[in-house]
């Protein structure tokens, strides 16, 4: 069905399209193939879905009272709004508002900074595997991807990623927690690599899930970034706020490359999400207790996966990976077969899944299925 693009996709598309035709070559654009697959399938209705690392404990109760009260003003453009959330941003991060890029979800940042450094001088150091859409978006550009096995715990392994940055490196891609494995790097050691690498090129740091980990303040390496290194580091509004659907995202970082970022960027923001944005940067005590729940559903699943004898990764996301010895694309079927949705197949680790971490009710029908599909 290759014509059947909702709006949002048709944008992505043709603004991948504006960017190659402005930006790349004419051998990269003959050589470069249209934005075919939706990033997300639909899932089936009546399904448990543990497949998105979505938040299902939702937004703040003070988030949906601000988005009701912003569908009132939503006839104007959000100018005034969107200069409040910087503002917010920057006092959240300690940094000027013109050091913060903010997009329609960090995803839409991922992929300007994949056809920004993408077409800068073409390689990207990253892991294997990871997260893919900033390497996605280099691949549309003709960048090229230089992927760094993860060590046996499945973590980033720093020092080989450090062996692989050459002179034709434009970008190092870090995630952590990292998707799918959800483990973290050790703190030191990644504040070393930071510091190091980014004397080198530019380090892009994706936090996606990383208030959810256990020592937020401890880890982030939002300050390198704010202090004026070659660092980029990318937050979302979809995880730890449970606001996926209002699509929001910022990352931090050196004033000029913010400048080129922005350039790059092709949308404006809803004044509906900025307002449940701003509402929930304002309410630690909501953020605080949907980590307490998050965890607590991972903690269950993980005694799950041990009970049932089975190997995982130490998680510090809203998400479980764990090798079930099942070709992947099998165990999905199965699990579908028992009414629950859980994670795609990540390369080269085919016998793992993921599962993300949902409500009570929804955890439960999963550990039921687990145990009659692996028990
Ligand atoms: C590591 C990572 N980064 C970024 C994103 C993009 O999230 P969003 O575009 O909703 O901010 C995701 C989404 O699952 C993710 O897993």
């Given at each position: ?208 899930y990383?208030e959810i980990s ?25 995880k730890i ?50 980590r307490?729940?998050i ?21 510090q996301g809203n ?57």
């Amino acid at each position: 069905m290759p014509t059947l693009l909702n709006r949002r996709q048709w944008l992505k598309a043709a603004g991948a399209a504006v960017a190659a035709t402005t930006l790349a070559s004419p051998s990269r654009l003959l050589a470069q193939a249209p934005a075919a697959a939706p990033r997300r399938p639909p899932v089936a209705p009546g399904l448990v879905r543990l497949n998105y690392n979505e938040n299902p404990f939702g937004p703040a109760p003070s988030a949906k009272a601000a988005m009701h009260a912003a569908v009132d003003g939503s006839f104007r453009y959000a100018d005034a709004e969107e200069r409040d959330l910087l503002e917010l941003l920057a006092a959240r991060e300690g940094c000027r508002p013109e050091q913060i890029v903010m997009g329609a979800g960090s995803g839409e940042i991922l992929d300007v900074a994949g056809f920004h450094f993408g077409l800068e001088k073409g390689e990207i150091v990253a892991a294997n595997p990871s997260y893919m859409a900033l390497l996605n978006a280099a691949d549309r550009v003709g960048g090229k991807a230089v992927r760094v096995p993860l060590n046996a715990r499945l973590e980033h392994d720093l020092p080989a990623m450090a062996a692989a940055v050459t002179d034709r490196t434009s970008l190092v891609y870090l995630v952590n927690p990292n998707n799918p494995t959800g483990t973290v790097c050790g703190a030191a050691e990644l504040r070393d690599f930071v510091r190091r690498q980014s004397e080198r090129t530019t380090v892009f740091i994706d936090e996606a899930y990383l208030e959810i980990s256990d020592d937020f303040a401890g880890r982030t390496c939002a300050p390198l970034a704010v202090g004026g290194r070659n660092v980029v580091v990318a937050r979302t509004f979809s995880k730890i706020f449970g606001l996926a659907g209002m699509r929001l995202g910022y990352a931090v970082m050196p004033e000029k490359l913010a400048v080129s970022l922005r350039a790059r960027m092709t949308g404006s923001l809803s004044i509906v999400t900025l307002a449940a944005a701003a509402a929930s940067l304002k309410d630690p005590d909501y953020v605080r207790d949907t980590r307490a729940k998050i965890r607590a559903g991972r903690d269950a699943l993980v005694a799950e996966v041990k009970a049932l004898g089975l190997a995982y990764a130490e998680p510090q996301g809203n998400f479980v990976f764990f090798r079930t010895g099942l070709p992947v694309q099998d165990f999905i079927a199965r699990m579908r077969a028992e009414g629950v949705e859980v994670g795609r197949a990540f390369p080269p680790m085919t016998d793992w899944a993921r599962i993300s971490i949902g409500l009570p009710g929804e955890m439960a029908a999963c550990h039921r299925a687990l145990r009659r599909v692996l028990g």
